[in-house]
Nanobody
Framework: QVQLVESGGGLVQPGGSLRLSCAASGSIASILSMGWYIQAPGKQRELVATITSTGTTGVADSVKGRFTISRDNAKNTVYLQMNSLKPEDAAVYYC?????????WGQGTQVTVSS
């Protein structure tokens, strides 16, 4: 099993920055990749960024150039650096760990972008 705890969400003005963290514990060695997803009210959860166990990253076109995913293996933590935030980025952000047998999700962290 894997446990994921997100943090770092909050209120930020348009154009501002936030860094989200996702701390993983449990069967860390079995994680194939980790990702960040966004879910706005009334909408489906969508992929924002991923990072594999070998460090390969990918980000959605909608956030390319503004969001960066990274990890600190020593801390078993994946980060999502979000810059130039827009009102449409406001949502609950979820962290997911993908293993061979199943996926695990965190509880989510709220990001609000408003002046």
């Amino acid at each position: 099993q894997v446990q994921l705890v997100e943090s770092g969400g909050g209120l930020v003005q348009p154009g501002g920055s936030l860094r989200l963290s996702c701390a993983a514990s449990g069967s860390i060695a079995s994680i194939l990749s980790m990702g960040w997803y966004i879910q706005a009210p009334g909408k489906q959860r969508e992929l924002v960024a991923t990072i594999t166990s070998t460090g390969t990253t990918g980000v959605a076109d909608s956030v390319k150039g503004r969001f960066t995913i990274s990890r600190d293996n020593a801390k078993n933590t994946v980060y999502l650096q979000m810059n130039s935030l827009k009102p449409e980025d406001a949502a609950v952000y979820y962290c997911k760990a993908r293993l061979i047998e199943r996926d695990y999700w965190g509880q989510g962290t709220q990001v609000t972008v408003s002046s």
